[in-house]
Antibody
Framework: QVQLVEAGGGVVQPGTSLRLSCAAS????????MHWVRQAPGKGLEWVAVISYDASDKYLADSVKGRFTISRDDSKNTLYLQMNNLRPDDTAVYFCARENYSGSGSRGPPKYFDHWGQGTLVTVSS | DTPLTQSPPSLSASVGDTVNMTCRAS??????LNWYQQKPGKSPKVLIS???ILQSGVPSRFSGSGLGTDFTLTISGLQPEDFATYYCQQTYSLSSFGPGTKVEIK
């Protein structure tokens, strides 16, 4: 079955870096676009980043642009999020999610996130 | 960036009630609107994609409707396991989530 397992979270000081990973199994990872979504404690979901199946397209939310990088290693079935210059407001549980799509629409098949990891907590505090 | 708003932020309902919650987009997202359920300490679970497509394994008491900027998630006959927070998400332009509607027990 599809499984996504995040790792790499922890407590770090402001201005430092952290790399999260998301190990995928149970599906053809190299054919799937993947996303990172975060959730600050007691808050809602915030989309963070997406990488296309072939890594040719990468997009980041404005709140992390210039500080975070998304990448993937299909040989390891692993998704990454490199987070630099971390700030206290980056404190959150970070989820990876698989993109799926079905049906048709004016902008291509509608996309949704059909599988999510359990999340890894990143705490940025001095 | 396509901000989403959800209303109400929270609602209290009883088992068996029919509840409606809405999601409004700042600009048209066509049908590219999904709904997720999240319980405390758990990952979100997709309920409905593309406005109204019920995902496999999701009970038929959940339904979605709408088009453009205004969308509704309806739960017909609320069950104890439905008490959770519900988020809408647009995937018309990258992605963004609404702030959520928390469904609580009356």
């Amino acid at each position: 079955q599809v499984q996504l397992v995040e790792a790499g979270g922890g407590v770090v000081q402001p201005g430092t870096s952290l790399r999260l990973s998301c190990a995928a199994s149970g599906f053809d990872f190299s054919s799937s676009a993947m996303h990172w979504v975060r959730q600050a404690p007691g808050k809602g979901l915030e989309w963070v980043a997406v990488i296309s199946y072939d890594a040719s397209d990468k997009y980041l939310a404005d709140s992390v642009k210039g500080r975070f990088t998304i990448s993937r290693d299909d040989s390891k079935n692993t998704l990454y999020l490199q987070m630099n210059n971390l700030r206290p407001d980056d404190t959150a549980v970070y989820f990876c999610a698989r993109e799926n799509y079905s049906g048709s629409g004016s902008r291509g098949p509608p996309k949704y996130f059909d599988h999510w990891g359990q999340g890894t907590l990143v705490t940025v505090s001095s | 960036d396509t901000p989403l708003t959800q209303s109400p932020p929270s609602l209290s309902a009883s088992v068996g009630d029919t509840v409606n919650m809405t999601c409004r987009a700042s600009q048209s997202v066509n049908i590219y609107l999904n709904w997720y359920q999240q319980k405390p300490g758990k990952s979100p679970k997709v309920l409905i994609s593309a406005t109204s497509i019920l995902q496999s394994g999701v009970p038929s008491r959940f339904s979605g409707s709408g088009l453009g900027t205004d969308f509704t998630l309806t739960i017909s006959g609320l069950q104890p396991e439905d008490f959770a927070t519900y988020y809408c998400q647009q995937t018309y332009s990258l992605s963004s989530f609404g702030p959520g509607t928390k469904v609580e027990i009356k």
